[in-house]
């Protein structure tokens, strides 16, 4: 019915049967809503002495622990906690970033307001990325009640962290590596100390060159290349008498070494020789090694150049370390 003056307010009844909000929204509370959501567990210091999560008191310091799927990762220096509800500020508050990467993250935290809390849909960020905490639930009590004195927190840390398996994965390659570096050069070392030892075993009143020529010599009259089953033979035998050449000539241990350990050692070492002769001696080895790996098919013909090529290197090698000893 209306007034008789006709100018009275109107009223709708029915605001007034709505009950006014209880809580505050926080204004960040719509941020990050298709954030991934994490599992979060509230776990207790490891040192000794640390305070039971279930006599948590104001300013007790615990560990907050999250995982869950892959995120952009995330600025510590810039991550805060964002409530539902600004009622529930400082309930868990961040006091320092222990880990946090694309898929774990933990937290020191402690509690600043006494009361027992529940909470859904915390969310933790940088201010761009982030991620939501699931049910959250923890008890703190007021360091005078029940007449409770305040104890002293002891020193936080050290904790026990879990790092994924390619942070170890890469320790142990790195360890791996060292090791190898130093097993290397102490073989090298070894190998040098045996060869300069045993040299005298190899000595001769001839040069290397011409004692190689004089071996070669003998071996030819010892394998006739005519007959094809010593051709095999041959060929092993000429690889030896050539590295023992080396041996004689640059002291290098040519005898256990690969072909690429004796290059480089001779480039090292000998840098002239290397320079005259590295490409050659390289094709020499090559040679042999397809010799070795086919002899059923080698021929007189293959035999002899092989000769001929072990004599043409080892006379650029001699000559060029006499030139270097000038």
């Known amino acids: 019915m209306s007034s008789p003056q006709g100018n009275e307010p109107q009223v709708n009844l029915s605001q007034l049967d709505q009950p006014q909000a209880a809580q505050s929204t926080s204004p960040e509370s719509t941020i990050g809503n298709d954030w991934p959501l994490w599992n ?7 040192q000794a002495g640390a305070a039971k999560l279930d006599a948590w008191s104001v300013g007790n310091k615990y560990l907050l622990s999250c995982s869950g799927p892959h995120i952009e990762k995330l600025d510590d220096a810039k991550l805060k906690f964002l409530f539902p509800q600004k009622e529930q500020e400082f309930t868990l508050h961040p006091l320092q970033v ?3 990467d694309h898929q774990q993250a933990q937290f020191v935290v402690t509690g600043y307001k006494p009361g027992e809390f529940s909470v859904e849909n915390l969310k933790v960020t940088d201010g761009t990325n982030g991620f939501r905490v699931g049910k959250l639930d923890w008890k703190v009590v007021s360091i005078v009640e029940g007449q409770s004195q305040p104890q ?11 790092f994924p ?6 320790w142990a390659l790195a360890i791996f590596v060292l090791l190898y570096f130093f097993w290397r050069r102490y073989r090298r070392y070894s190998s040098r100390k ?10 001769t009143a001839l040069s ?12 030819l009259r010892d394998r006739r290349l005519e007959k094809p ?3 095999g033979p041959f060929v092993s035998e000429m690889e030896k008498l050539f590295r023992l050449f080396l041996v004689r000539q640059l002291t290098v241990p040519a005898m256990e070494w690969s072909d690429r350990e004796i290059i480089g050692d001779i480039k090292k070492h000998h840098r002239k020789v290397h320079i005259e002769s590295a490409g050659r001696m390289s094709n020499l080895f090559r040679e042999f090694k397809k010799a070795q790996g086919a002899k059923e098919k080698l021929t007189k013909v293959d035999a002899e150049q092989l000769l001929e090529m072990s004599r043409q ?5 001699d000559r060029s370390h006499k030139e270097s000893q000038k």
């Open 40 to 46: 979060c567990v509230l776990q207790e210091a490891t």
């Open 98 to 100: 222990m880990i946090v």
């Open 152 to 162: 002293p927190s002891p020193p936080f840390g050290p904790f026990k962290l879990s």
């Open 229 to 231: 089953e010593n051709l």
């Open 313 to 317: 290197v080892a006379d650029l090698v």
């Open 165 to 170: 398996w390619w942070y170890y994965g890469a």
């Open 208 to 219: 290397p060159f011409n004692q190689l020529n004089k071996d070669i010599r003998i071996l």
């Open 194 to 203: 045996k060869l300069v030892e045993s040299l005298s075993a190899h000595s």
